[in-house]
């Protein structure tokens, strides 16, 4: 999945080959859509791990990530009649993933207004004494750091690193070129070095 | 100190996280496989798709192309005025060969035929006037490109001045610009002086119009716009006796307007040209050119008594429906109340609408109780909701109007409650990086795209019976008062949106072509200082045949409209269920689950349901 990932990032989409993954999703969606159960539940199958290794990445939690896990999917077979193709559907998970997390992490102080969800319900970036050695605690700062950032980068980069999405993917999903993909991931692990940087100060 | 490169930053990223296991645990795939619904709602990519229809408008043609449409029609009219005008000079100059030919005895019989040559210059006689059918007058509407009314370019007369309660833009019949023109300035104007545009609609006087228009109609006919036609049209398929009634007025209607219509706007418009508004116009046109407001005849009798006008009359007794005072009724929880189309077919509504009441309704509900009615603005509820309508293409605003059965038409709205719909308007200002600019500074973020701009929303009273604007209390502008440039105007920065909700009744058996309301929006612009008008027709075969259907924006903001009315205690809203609020705000959190607004109509349901359940706790029903 790493090397994977970084491919995807690095890669030109236009030289992608095509992806057999999609053919098999919608003759899957088709299955689903006549009623066919156990389509759904191969459905579920093919993507549940990368939707739950998303979840524990941004979450940092096993537990929680398996019960935004849960939340997800029963949030995505309720909006499967807004799912418009226009992305893969596994991209189209992703994203509903995504937001069930954040909502998640708005629900202690329940729902503030955007402008003010960014500095109170996003978690300090910096450690604290006890996180300060280890390389768990180094992975927690990141994710941290990660989820301080602005959310279109927060996206791109959770998209592209831990929701293993090729940069095509991402940007058709969010409307805009493959570049102003790149464009947003550079100014993303930017704002990360330096973040990052100050912390080992 | 150390200093972390980018690319270790991505190695980070990149690597399995330290003390995750990244593989779920074993029983959750049995769960989630119990989760699957028992069925399961799917379009599949590709498919038609009922619930998007593609009902967005087209926006109205590029300030471009509008001007190069009118020019080459002034261009066309300048050709015929040059080829008329050299085979004039040509008559005289062998006129003058054939004078100096004769013998001076003849000299009288060449001035006569001098005279007669004066008298060619005279433009042609007008034509019969020309009867639209039926037909052509369902057509003519739904057909927002055709010239039909719009009025020329104000090649010949740039300024001319408009009847005092002549609305924004309506859209009367006119033909070519005479010298009526040069009778007056625009002081009377409406919405101001107009400067010389592309979008600008002059108006005729009528009464300055009747000194240049042998020989005027005795008495000068009340002229009716294209509109007041099909209206009339419309009632006379609903009740003969009615129509009986108003026979003259409607004839009157049909003559001046819908006739000149076709004579004023494509004969003296096109074909008459310029020829038409240099040498006096066309009499039949001049006169029918100016729109006045609608009178009703007293003899008309009242509308048939029915609960919803009682519902009205309960709502707000002391408000006619047309002639509330800004400062006073309106300013009360209970809501707008119906305006009959026929009393009062033009609405506005504010271009600011903030968030603020939402964060204070959340604040409540978050520690458990309802928010005080007054602390609800049903529009900012609205707007804070509103799914983000794109920018436009071209131009400086988008204009978007959707529609479809409302599902809360309350108990009030008796038999006659599947004739409610629910109408989202949506104004959009272009962003500043929608166009090509120089690099945006911290200041230019903001730039201002519109400067007095203002928005009018008209009926059609063929096709809309009544009408309520949802919010907007205290906000509204006094009818009398609409039409003055101090009042309400507002400037627009980019990227500004807003959205209005209209509920309204629909006359029985409408037909889809006919227009069920126009969305007009006038401003100075920014950019070239010029006032601009933009306009949006909205057909009755735009409405969503039903809920499902909709688009979900529109259904997004009646939702959040409804939770606000309920919550704000508005009568129209006094049968309202939280719960179905609830349970549709739940349904909508399925449909953006993966878009940007995603959170927010989560949020929606979240405190939607969190306000059913207070209520049901309070073991009160309806009112908060």
Request: no cysteine.
């Given at each position: 999945?790493?090397?994977?990932?970084?491919?995807a990032?690095?890669?030109?989409?236009?030289?992608?080959?095509?992806?057999p993954g999609?053919a098999?999703e919608?003759?899957l969606l088709?299955a689903?859509?006549?009623g066919?159960r156990q389509?759904a539940e191969?459905?579920v199958?093919?993507?549940?791990?990368a939707?739950y290794a998303?979840l524990?990445?941004?979450?940092g939690?096993?537990?929680?990530a398996?019960?935004?896990t849960?939340?997800?999917?029963r949030?995505?077979?309720?909006g499967l009649?807004?799912?418009?193709?226009?992305?893969r559907?596994s991209?189209?998970?992703?994203r509903i993933?995504y937001?069930?997390?954040?909502n998640?992490?708005?629900?202690?102080?329940?729902f503030?207004?955007?402008?003010?969800r960014q500095e109170e319900?996003?978690p300090?970036?910096?450690?604290?004494?006890?996180e300060?050695?280890g390389?768990?605690?180094?992975?927690?700062r990141?994710?941290?750091a990660?989820?301080?950032?602005?959310?279109?980068?927060?996206?791109t980069v959770?998209?592209?690193?831990?929701?293993?999405l090729?940069?095509?993917?991402?940007?058709?999903?969010?409307?805009?070129t493959t570049v102003?993909?790149?464009?947003?991931?550079?100014r993303?692990l930017?704002m990360?070095a330096l973040?990052?940087?100050?912390?080992?100060? | 100190?150390?200093?972390?490169t980018?690319r270790?930053v991505?190695?980070?990223?990149?690597?399995?996280?330290?003390?995750?296991?990244?593989e779920?645990?074993?029983?959750?795939?049995?769960r989630l496989?119990a989760?699957?619904?028992?069925q399961?709602?799917i379009?599949?990519?590709g498919?038609a798709?009922p619930?998007?229809p593609e009902?967005a408008?087209?926006?109205?043609?590029?300030?471009?192309?509008?001007a190069?449409q009118q020019r080459r029609r002034?261009?066309?009219?300048?050709?015929?005025?040059?080829?008329?005008?050299?085979g004039?000079?040509?008559?005289r100059v062998?006129?003058?060969?054939?004078?100096?030919?004769e013998v001076?005895?003849e000299?009288?019989e060449s001035?006569?035929t001098?005279?007669?040559?004066?008298?060619?210059?005279?433009p042609?006689?007008p034509?019969p006037?020309?009867v639209?059918?039926e037909?052509d007058?369902?057509r003519a509407?739904g057909n927002a490109?055709?010239p039909?009314a719009?009025?020329?370019p104000?090649a010949?007369?740039?300024r001319v001045?408009?009847?005092?309660?002549?609305?924004?833009?309506?859209r009367?019949?006119?033909?070519?610009?005479?010298?009526?023109?040069?009778?007056g300035r625009?002081?009377?104007?409406?919405?101001?002086?107009?400067e010389e545009?592309?979008?600008?609609r002059?108006?005729?006087?009528?009464?300055?119009?009747?000194?240049t228009?042998p020989?005027?109609?005795?008495?000068?006919?009340p002229?009716?716009?294209r509109r007041e036609?099909?209206?009339?049209?419309?009632?006379?398929?609903q009740n003969?006796?009615?129509?009986?009634e108003r026979?003259?007025?409607?004839?009157r209607?049909?003559e001046?307007?819908?006739?000149s219509g076709?004579?004023?706007?494509?004969?003296?418009?096109?074909a008459?040209?310029v020829?038409?508004?240099?040498?006096g116009?066309s009499?039949?046109?001049?006169?029918?050119q100016a729109?006045?407001p609608?009178?009703?005849?007293?003899?008309?009798?009242?509308?048939?008594?029915?609960?919803l006008?009682?519902?009205?009359?309960?709502?707000?007794?002391?408000d006619?429906?047309?002639?509330r005072?800004?400062?006073?009724a309106?300013?009360?929880?209970?809501?707008?109340?119906?305006?009959?189309?026929?009393e009062?077919?033009v609405s506005?509504?504010?271009?600011e609408?903030?968030?603020?009441s939402?964060?204070e309704?959340?604040?409540?509900l978050?520690?458990?109780r309802?928010?005080p009615p007054e602390a609800?603005?049903?529009e900012?509820?609205?707007?804070?909701?509103s799914?983000?309508?794109?920018?436009?293409?071209r131009g400086?605003f988008a204009?978007r109007?959707?529609?479809a059965?409302t599902?809360f038409?309350?108990?009030?709205?008796?038999p006659?409650g599947?004739r409610y719909?629910?109408?989202?308007?949506g104004?959009?200002?272009?962003?500043?990086?929608?166009?090509?600019?120089?690099?945006?500074?911290?200041?230019?973020?903001?730039?201002?795209?519109?400067r007095?701009a203002?928005?009018?929303?008209?009926?059609n009273?063929?096709?809309?019976a009544r009408?309520?604007l949802?919010?907007?209390e205290?906000r509204?502008?006094?009818?009398?008062?609409?039409?003055r440039?101090?009042?309400?105007a507002?400037?627009v920065?980019?990227?500004?949106?807003?959205?209005a909700?209209?509920?309204?009744k629909?006359?029985?058996?409408?037909?889809?072509r006919?227009?069920l309301?126009?969305l007009?929006?006038?401003y100075?612009?920014?950019e070239t200082d010029k006032?601009?008008?933009v306009d949006?027709e909205?057909?009755?075969?735009d409405?969503?045949p039903?809920w499902?259907?909709?688009p979900p924006?529109?259904?997004?903001?009646?939702?959040?409209?409804?939770?606000?009315?309920i919550l704000r205690?508005?009568?129209?809203a006094k049968?309202?269920?939280?719960?179905?609020?609830?349970?549709?705000?739940?349904?909508?959190?399925?449909?953006f689950?993966d878009r940007?607004?995603?959170?927010?109509?989560?949020e929606?349901?979240h405190?939607?349901?969190?306000a059913?359940?207070?209520?049901r706790?309070?073991?009160?029903k309806g009112?908060?």
């Amino acid at each position: 999945m790493i090397a994977m990932t970084q491919m995807a990032a690095h890669v030109n989409p236009s030289s992608l080959p095509p992806d057999p993954g999609q053919a098999d999703e919608r003759a899957l969606l088709a299955a689903v859509a006549a009623g066919d159960r156990q389509a759904a539940e191969r459905l579920v199958g093919q993507t549940y791990r990368a939707v739950y290794a998303l979840l524990l990445r941004l979450s940092g939690d096993a537990d929680t990530a398996a019960d935004l896990t849960q939340e997800s999917y029963r949030r995505a077979w309720a909006g499967l009649s807004g799912f418009d193709g226009r992305a893969r559907f596994s991209t189209w998970l992703y994203r509903i993933a995504y937001t069930t997390f954040l909502n998640h992490l708005r629900r202690p102080r329940l729902f503030q207004s955007l402008d003010e969800r960014q500095e109170e319900t996003v978690p300090d970036p910096t450690p604290s004494a006890e996180e300060s050695v280890g390389s768990a605690a180094a992975g927690d700062r990141l994710r941290r750091a990660v989820l301080a950032l602005p959310d279109d980068l927060r996206f791109t980069v959770t998209a592209l690193y831990w929701g293993d999405l090729p940069v095509r993917e991402v940007a058709r999903h969010e409307g805009v070129t493959t570049v102003a993909i790149r464009k947003r991931l550079r100014r993303a692990l930017q704002m990360l070095a330096l973040t990052l940087g100050e912390e080992a100060r | 100190m150390s200093r972390i490169t980018e690319r270790e930053v991505a190695r980070r990223l990149a690597e399995p996280p330290q003390g995750l296991d990244l593989e779920p645990p074993a029983d959750l795939l049995a769960r989630l496989k119990a989760d699957i619904p028992e069925q399961i709602e799917i379009v599949l990519p590709g498919e038609a798709r009922p619930d998007r229809p593609e009902r967005a408008i087209p926006f109205p043609p590029h300030r471009a192309d509008v001007a190069w449409q009118q020019r080459r029609r002034w261009l066309m009219a300048a050709s015929v005025v040059l080829a008329l005008g050299a085979g004039l000079f040509a008559i005289r100059v062998r006129q003058a060969t054939w004078q100096a030919e004769e013998v001076p005895s003849e000299l009288s019989e060449s001035q006569k035929t001098a005279a007669g040559s004066s008298a060619a210059k005279a433009p042609p006689p007008p034509p019969p006037p020309i009867v639209q059918s039926e037909a052509d007058q369902s057509r003519a509407p739904g057909n927002a490109d055709v010239p039909l009314a719009r009025p020329a370019p104000q090649a010949v007369s740039p300024r001319v001045p408009a009847p005092q309660s002549a609305p924004l833009g309506r859209r009367a019949p006119q033909g070519r610009g005479s010298n009526a023109g040069e009778a007056g300035r625009a002081a009377e104007e409406p919405w101001g002086e107009l400067e010389e545009s592309i979008t600008v609609r002059p108006e005729l006087d009528s009464s300055s119009a009747a000194t240049t228009a042998p020989p005027p109609p005795p008495p000068p006919p009340p002229p009716a716009p294209r509109r007041e036609a099909l209206s009339a049209e419309a009632r006379r398929r609903q009740n003969k006796a009615r129509q009986e009634e108003r026979q003259g007025a409607a004839d009157r209607g049909v003559e001046s307007g819908v006739e000149s219509g076709v004579e004023g706007g494509v004969v003296g418009g096109v074909a008459g040209g310029v020829p038409g508004g240099v040498a006096g116009g066309s009499p039949g046109g001049v006169v029918a050119q100016a729109p006045q407001p609608v009178e009703i005849p007293e003899s008309i009798p009242e509308p048939e008594p029915g609960p919803l006008i009682e519902a009205t009359e309960a709502a707000d007794a002391a408000d006619t429906g047309l002639r509330r005072d800004a400062e006073g009724a309106s300013r009360a929880p209970g809501g707008h109340p119906f305006v009959d189309t026929e009393e009062d077919p033009v609405s506005t509504f504010g271009l600011e609408a903030g968030t603020a009441s939402w964060a204070e309704a959340r604040r409540f509900l978050d520690n458990g109780r309802l928010p005080p009615p007054e602390a609800v603005r049903v529009e900012e509820v609205v707007n804070y909701f509103s799914a983000g309508d794109r920018p436009p293409a071209r131009g400086d605003f988008a204009l978007r109007a959707e529609g479809a059965p409302t599902p809360f038409a309350g108990e009030e709205a008796g038999p006659a409650g599947d004739r409610y719909r629910i109408l989202r308007f949506g104004l959009r200002a272009r962003g500043v990086q929608d166009r090509h600019r120089k690099p945006a500074t911290s200041a230019g973020l903001r730039e201002t795209v519109a400067r007095d701009a203002r928005v009018q929303v008209e009926f059609n009273p063929a096709v809309v019976a009544r009408y309520r604007l949802l919010g907007h209390e205290g906000r509204d502008i006094a009818a009398a008062d609409r039409r003055r440039d101090d009042i309400a105007a507002g400037e627009v920065s980019s990227g500004h949106g807003v959205t209005a909700l209209y509920e309204v009744k629909l006359l029985p058996d409408v037909r889809p072509r006919e227009v069920l309301a126009t969305l007009r929006l006038r401003y100075r612009s920014a950019e070239t200082d010029k006032i601009v008008e933009v306009d949006r027709e909205m057909l009755v075969r735009d409405l969503a045949p039903d809920w499902q259907a909709a688009p979900p924006a529109l259904r997004l903001a009646a939702v959040a409209g409804e939770l606000a009315e309920i919550l704000r205690g508005s009568f129209w809203a006094k049968d309202g269920d939280l719960e179905e609020v609830a349970r549709r705000a739940r349904e909508l959190s399925g449909v953006f689950a993966d878009r940007p607004e995603g959170e927010r109509v989560a949020e929606l349901a979240h405190l939607a349901a969190r306000a059913a359940r207070i209520q049901r706790e309070r073991g009160s029903k309806g009112k908060p």
